[in-house]
């Protein structure tokens, strides 16, 4: 069966600080798709970034940064030099190759204090 | 080029009340979705449609109907409110694969 695990509910870190968000997931299919949404105080979901199962490659946009290992089943994100506008929910979804639906993990809150 | 909008912003109903929660896209994208959104947890899908003139279930569908109206207009409706709906719901379409969501509707039913 599909899963995403945030294990992490809450972290909260001083600007400046680099922070990694953990995503763990679990899928019996060969071709899937991983994503991170940003959910601000606002309420707005924003698309962050999609990855395919057959892609491995690491991504880089700026302050963030994706690793994504198949060996480990996760996908996690990291942000750099954090800032008090990274404050958010931040989700991690699956989805499998022809399933219309995402999978969602809880969300982990990020908290970051000037 | 709004993307993907939801209205009303915001709704208060009485348990048994019904209402429409409309929703509309402009990326002519094929697939819209429904989602429920309580606090602390992730989005659950209520119902999709994959493409104009289909609609199918998705985890939470009960008390719940929907009407793909056209390519663009994917409304929810609640025949019969109850409190256990209280949401925030969330509308999304995507083409093929990352989803685009719009701003959401707050609804409280008391």
Known sequence: AQKVTQAQTEISVVEKEDVTLDCVYETRDTTYYLFWYKQPPSGELVFLIRRNSFDEQNEISGRYSWNFQKSTSSFNFTITASQVVDSAVYFCALKEGSNYQLIWGAGTKLIIKP | ?110
């Open chain 2, 1 to 110: 080029n709004a993307g993907v909008t939801q209205t009303p912003k915001f709704q208060v109903l009485k348990t048994g009340q019904s209402m429409t929660l409309q929703c509309a896209q402009d990326m002519n994208h094929n697939s819209m979705y429904w989602y429920r959104q309580d606090p602390g947890m992730g989005l659950r899908l209520i119902y999709y449609s994959a493409s104009e003139g289909t609609t199918d279930k998705g985890e939470v569908p009960n008390g719940y109907n929907v009407s793909r109206l056209n390519k663009r207009e994917f409304s929810l409706r609640l025949e019969s409110a109850a409190p256990s709906q209280t949401s925030v719901y969330f509308c999304a379409s995507s083409e093929p694969i990352e989803q685009f969501f719009g701003p959401g509707t707050r609804l409280t039913v008391l």
